[in-house]
Nanobody
Framework: QVRLVESGGGLVQAGGSLRLSCAASGQTFSRHAVGWFRQAPGKEREFVTFINWLDYRYYADSVKGRFTISRDNARNTVYLQMNSLKPEDTAVYYC???????????????????WGQGTQVTVSS
């Protein structure tokens, strides 16, 4: 399994931006599909966005047009650029990776092999 470490979280005012990073080690990352999920207090973990090794990307409706996922295989890192942040974006953000993917399972947390420890994002109003 690949080991994942998220970073870049913090406190930001509504309307601001943050860039999260998901750094991988342990295996060749270029053949992994990566998803970002988030979990707010008292809520279930929810799908945010996804990218595979063919650069296919998909976004949850709640973040479409505001968040952008990208990857740099040379650095074994996937990024999540978050713009126009809202208080409802407040959550712990997790990245997850897997080597087998389908469109149907992009948002299925059980289908991912590796998870990071999460990074807190807090958006103040």
């Amino acid at each position: 399994q690949v080991r994942l470490v998220e970073s870049g979280g913090g406190l930001v005012q509504a309307g601001g931006s943050l860039r999260l990073s998901c750094a991988a080690s342990g295996q060749t990352f270029s053949r992994h599909a990566v998803g970002w999920f988030r979990q707010a207090p008292g809520k279930e973990r929810e799908f945010v966005t996804f990218i595979n090794w063919l650069d296919y990307r998909y976004y949850a409706d709640s973040v479409k047009g505001r968040f952008t996922i990208s990857r740099d295989n040379a650095r074994n890192t996937v990024y999540l650029q978050m713009n126009s942040l809202k208080p409802e974006d407040t959550a712990v953000y997790y990245c997850a990776a897997k080597t087998v993917w389908t469109v149907a399972t992009m948002g299925d947390t059980n289908s991912y092999d590796s998870w990071g420890q999460g990074t807190q994002v807090t958006v103040s109003s």
